[in-house]
């Protein structure tokens, strides 16, 4: 099995505060990965490096099989072959059409494929409909969807989502699930979530990854962390206490 | 007030008649403020955009004084570039002083800084999500610049419609580097000052009519050439 992220002594600072501190991390390929921990553990910024949107201050970082060097041609092959899904997703000013694509044209993909895979995707998240809609006028479980779409049209190996569901109805979220599992189970995509939402984690998670104060506290099977975590701070956090 | 509205309807008459001076000063009009605008949003935008994108040593200070420069009197920038194009001035070699390139040059002078500055600002109120999300979907550091301009572009129409406005509008400029001379560098505003000097009131509010009119219509046509941003109704709802 690949492991498409290797993190060894990974630092982030935000001024004097450090945020992220992750001494060892391997994240092998193919499976959904949740990264839960209370606010400001270093959550997004986690996944804001491994995404290669953040540069770390310290550590060094392996992802898709490539040491991370931040050069400009580096980053564009690495961060071509993954995709994000924020909380609330920015969308640019245009149609649903002209965001879902926006990914496949910066690839220079024909038009005309562009349109057949636009089509197929909006029809793949049930967003046909919406197709000249306005990106900017869709609801909040629209809005979710049309993003998931501008991150499947890419067919990634990996994506990366950060609470993608928590501005949104249970409806809405649990068909976002349905993709995500479908993503995953079809495509072998590893995908990387972020949620607060511990039902859905227990839902999704192969695998779950616990921060705490930047730390990694505890990392494994899902149904190990979730019934039998190995740490009391982690234990405290899934019972729903402050840790501390 | 009994002049006022005799001179609008002479000027009517006179707009109506397409007198040939007339016409030639609108055109000529028309090609010194385009020409300056086309320039001046070639230079402005890519600059706006890379001194709001990049990180460099005195940032603040080239920010401030193009933010300084937005208010640059026309007199001043004609007086520089007179300097410039003057027989013994760097450029007085080319013989530019006098005419419509010069004149050309002068509005290039007050419409960068304002196309710059307010580029610049429309591309620092957008947030980190939008080059995020842009380069999370692949693009590379040059497509995300251009999409990062496209997200600014109702900012960055507002400056080019503000710079038009300054251009077209502006007087002591072109004065000073055109001179005024008819048949050659007379323009709409310079005409103006000229008729209303020698009393010919109404052939003054004419060519302020003109002068009007063609702002309103180049301004509508910076609308309709961004059709996309005005298809939908930005109109915040307040209720």
Same mark, same amino acid.
């Given at each position: 099995?690949?492991?498409? @992220?290797?993190?060894?002594? =990974? ?7 450090? =945020?992220? $501190? ?33 540069? $770390?201050?310290?550590?060094? &970082? ?10 400009? $041609? #580096?980053?564009?092959?690495?961060? /071509?072959? %993954? ?7 920015? %969308? @640019? ?11 496949? /044209? ?8 562009? /349109?057949? #895979? =636009?089509?197929?995707?909006?029809? %793949? =998240? ?9 990106? /900017? ?6 809005? #979710?969807?049309?993003?998931?779409? !501008?991150?499947?049209? &890419? ?28 993503? $995953? ?7 990387? %979530? ?8 227990? !839902? ?5 990854? @616990? &921060? ?31 840790? @501390? | ?20 001076? +007339?016409?030639?000063?609108? +055109? ?76 050309? +040059? ?8 304002? +196309? ?124």
């Amino acid at each position: 099995m690949t492991i498409p @992220f290797k993190l060894h002594n =990974v630092v982030k600072r935000y001024q004097e505060r450090e =945020v992220l $501190n992750a001494d060892h991390l391997e994240i092998p390929a193919g499976k959904i990965y949740t990264v839960l921990g209370p606010n400001g553990s270093g959550k997004t910024t986690l996944l804001r490096i491994l995404a290669l949107l953040l540069v $770390n201050d310290a550590g060094s &970082l392996e992802v898709l099989g490539e040491k991370v060097n931040w050069s400009k $041609n #580096q980053l564009l092959k690495l961060r /071509r072959q %993954m995709a994000m899904v924020t909380q609330t997703s920015y %969308m @640019f000013q245009g149609t649903v059409y002209y965001n879902v694509a926006y990914g496949l /044209r910066k690839r220079r993909v024909p038009e005309r494929e562009i /349109r057949r #895979q =636009v089509e197929k995707t909006l029809e %793949m =998240v049930g967003m046909s409909a919406y197709r000249d809609a306005d990106a /900017r006028t869709l609801s909040g479980g629209e809005r #979710q969807k049309a993003a998931i779409a !501008r991150a499947l049209i &890419l067919k990634p190996q990996v994506l990366f989502l950060d609470e993608p569901t928590s501005n949104i109805d249970m409806a809405s979220a649990a068909e976002i699930e349905k993709h995500i599992l479908t993503i $995953n189970q079809n495509w072998g995509t590893t995908i990387i %979530m972020v949620t607060h939402n511990l039902f859905q984690a227990r !839902r999704l998670a192969d695998e779950v990854i @616990f &921060l705490h104060e930047g730390h990694i506290i505890e990392k494994g099977p899902g149904s190990q962390i979730f019934d039998q975590p190995q740490d009391e701070r982690t234990a405290a956090f899934l019972r729903g206490e402050t840790v @501390f | 007030m009994e002049t006022i509205l005799q001179g609008i309807k002479e000027g009517f008459y006179l707009v109506i008649q397409m007198d040939a001076e +007339i016409v030639q000063v609108t +055109i000529l009009s028309l090609q010194v403020s385009l020409t300056a605008l086309i320039l001046s949003a070639l230079i402005g935008i890519p600059a706006g955009a890379a001194s709001a994108l990049k990180k460099f040593p005195g940032k603040k200070i080239l920010l401030n004084t193009v933010y300084t420069l937005m208010g640059l009197p026309p007199v001043l920038a004609g007086l520089l570039v007179y300097l410039l194009l003057t027989y013994r001035g760097p450029l007085g070699q080319y013989e530019l002083l006098f005419t419509p390139s010069a004149m050309v +040059i002068a509005q290039v002078f007050l419409a960068t800084p304002i +196309i710059w500055g307010l580029t610049a600002r429309a591309v620092m109120a957008l947030e980190q999500n939008v080059y995020d999300t842009a380069a999370a979907l692949g693009a590379s550091r040059r497509q995300a610049a251009f999409t990062l301009i496209r997200e600014a572009r109702m900012g960055i129409i507002a400056a080019l419609t503000t710079a038009f406005g300054r251009v077209i509008a502006e007087v002591g400029a072109v004065m000073l580097v055109g001179g005024n001379i008819r048949w050659a560098t007379r323009v709409l505003t310079t005409s103006i000052v000229l008729e209303t000097r020698m009393g010919n009131f109404s052939t003054a509010l004419a060519l302020g009519m003109i002068l009007l009119l063609i702002s309103f219509l180049i301004n509508l046509l910076i609308i309709l050439l961004e059709k996309r941003t005005f298809r939908y109704d930005n109109t915040i709802q307040i209720t």
